[in-house]
């Protein structure tokens, strides 16, 4: 079997992660034209499997916003207003503020804001949109085989869908689809990763 692997590569990536002292880490690498994979480095394999799902956190953002920009892009595209921390979410906070902060989609995105993006996803984006955009950015799938599929679920209420949208609870990834994002924004289609070059006998 010949891999895709970048031994060099693969080192220094290694070296780096020593170096910050990364008790648990993944550093994936990988082509995002083609999903050529370079480089899979995990710090703790056994503890800490590059192939389960984890939280989504702060990318699924990028989702949100994606998903807004999709379906209502002028809507999108407003100024948001939200009151205090713009990282600390409460049920009262899924709806625009009176007055207060304003912020645009992009500097929300660029600063990660929680309350602009639990209201994207709650005035904006909605429920079933929103689990669509999760699927189509390849999530709800297994990115590879031997990876777990991702999960995500719009919870109870309007408070739990703006937890997802702005990634504070309900969406669980793998590392290979964060490599997916990435490759997405860079090359504008859902790639899927690979790592086996060839596979031959001894008679090549």
């Not at 999530?139 to 109870?156: K, Q, R, T, V, Y």
């Not at 490599?179 to 090359?187: F, I, K, M, P, Y």
């Amino acid at each position: 079997v010949e891999y895709t692997m970048d031994v060099e590569l693969t080192r220094r990536v290694f070296k780096l992660l020593r170096r910050g002292r990364v008790a648990n880490g993944h550093v994936i690498v990988m082509q995002p034209d083609s999903g050529r994979v370079l480089a899979f480095a995990s710090t703790d394999p056994d503890a800490f499997p590059g192939s389960e799902a984890y939280p989504a956190a702060s990318l699924i953002k990028v989702v949100t916003a994606a998903a807004a920009l999709d379906g209502a892009p002028d809507q999108a595209r407003r100024t948001c207003r939200y009151r205090g921390s713009p990282y600390r979410l409460t049920p009262a906070r899924v709806r625009p503020s009176r007055g207060g902060n304003e912020m645009s989609l992009e500097r929300s995105l660029a600063t990660s804001n929680n309350q602009c993006f639990a209201q994207l996803a709650v005035n904006t984006v909605g429920g079933t949109e929103m689990l669509s955009a999760i699927a189509r950015f390849g999530w709800l799938s297994p990115p590879a085989p031997g990876h777990e599929a991702g999960w995500a679920s719009l919870g109870d209420d309007d408070y739990d869908l703006g937890r997802l949208g702005c990634g504070l609870a309900g969406c669980r990834i793998t590392p290979l689809h964060a490599a997916q994002l990435a490759g997405s924004l860079a090359h504008g289609e859902l790639v899927e990763p690979w790592w086996v070059d060839r596979v031959v006998d001894v008679h090549g």
